[in-house]
């Protein structure tokens, strides 16, 4: 049964974000406990759940290599798929700085220390701070967010991939419309990964580019100088 309040979306948040990494070993053994942790709160309806149900047991038998090969042509061949969600908005310009620290200064004000090798505009970083605030705050900070996810669900839909599904999740558990926009064109990947001509002038185009979306899965916030500790199979 759907709940449309739900009291809590601490786990439904936590279960995303870490569907959303990369699926290494230790993530795929872990689908049973990511579905239970989606219906414990019932937060998504009967619709959604089936679909990521689909999901898990898609990953869960795929071979290793493949499933990891395809996380990299989803999220890390083109800014149209970034799980890095200012890069939808500012791209490589200078505007991007100034926005991840800006979202840097709200987790610290919510008394929280960003511990990863990620940038802070990760998706799964997101969704790890939002399981730390209280629903209705959390639906307002992902809400802010809408038109970027709604981009990234459409190219996803595009793709034909999965992970479409776990982005409609994200927006439905934040109590937003999920939709379809029109994309805007981007660049071959040979294009925007082409090397400067020499004197040629300074360019950050794609090479200015975050690390890759393989490296690392750490828990990202403690409190307090405690971490805290998510239930099992939810997060590293």
């Known amino acids: 049964m759907f709940k449309k309040n739900p009291t809590s979306v601490r786990l439904t948040l936590r ?19 990511l579905i239970d942790a989606l219906q ?30 395809r996380y990299v042509d989803n999220f890390d061949r083109g800014r149209q ?10 791209g ?13 200064q709200t987790y610290e004000k919510s008394g929280l220390q960003f511990e990863a090798d990620e940038l802070p505009d990760h998706l799964p970083v997101v969704l790890e701070f939002a399981s730390t605030q209280p629903p ?25 991939s999965p992970y479409a599904s776990v982005i409609a999740a994200v927006l439905e558990v934040s109590g937003q419309r999920v939709q379809s926009v029109a994309l805007t064109p981007e660049p071959a990947m040979d294009e925007v990964w082409a ?23 750490p828990v990202h916030f403690v409190r ?10 939810v997060s590293a």
């Open 15 to 33: 279960a995303l974000g870490y569907l959303l990494s990369y699926p290494d070993a230790q993530l795929r053994s872990v689908m049973p406990q």
């Open 40 to 69: 414990a709160e019932q937060a998504l309806t009967a619709e959604r759940m089936d679909e990521l149900k689909a999901v898990c047991q898609h990953l869960a038998a795929l071979d290793p290599l493949e499933a990891e090969a």
């Open 81 to 90: 798929t970034s799980l890095h969600l200012f890069e939808h908005v500012h």
């Open 92 to 104: 490589d310009s200078r505007d991007r700085g100034p926005a991840l620290i800006d979202l840097m």
């Open 136 to 160: 209705e705050v959390a639906k307002e900070f992902l809400g802010e967010m809408a038109h970027i996810l709604n981009a990234l669900f459409s190219a996803l839909v595009a793709r034909n």
């Open 195 to 217: 090397e400067p001509e020499a004197f040629g002038g300074c360019s950050t185009q794609g090479q200015s580019k975050p690390g890759n979306l393989r490296d690392g899965q």
């Open 224 to 233: 307090n100088a405690r971490t805290e500790r998510a239930p099992q199979g």
